[in-house]
Nanobody, 114 residues
């Protein structure tokens, strides 16, 4: 089992930046795909960014060029968010996936508003 804890959310003005952090309870680097997902009010949860073993990358079209996902060799994954827009407002969730194993953090709120 893997426990995930996110941090770094908050209130930011349009055009601003935030960096989200996620820490796993044990090493996930060797096998797990790590990702960030988000869910806005009244919306379905959507994939934002995924980084796999070997640092393969995948981004949602809506965040390409603005967000960057990264990970270390042990327990941590980050999401750097630049040029934030009001439509980025959502609860952001950290995810760890391996085969049929799928773990989620508790979420961290990101609000983009002037």
């Amino acid at each position: 089992q893997v426990q995930l804890v996110e941090s770094g959310g908050g209130l930011v003005q349009p055009g601003g930046s935030l960096r989200l952090s996620c820490t796993a309870s044990r090493t996930v680097f060797n096998s797990y795909f790590m990702g960030w997902y988000r869910q806005g009010p009244g919306k379905e949860r959507e994939m934002v960014a995924i980084i796999g073993p070997g640092s393969t990358l995948r981004y949602a079209d809506s965040v390409k060029g603005r967000f960057t996902i990264s990970r270390d060799t042990s327990k941590n994954v980050w999401l750097q968010m630049n040029s934030l827009k009001p439509e980025d407002t959502a609860v952001y969730y950290c995810n760890a996936r391996y085969r049929n194993e799928n773990y989620w953090g508790q979420g961290t709120q990101v609000t983009v508003s002037s």
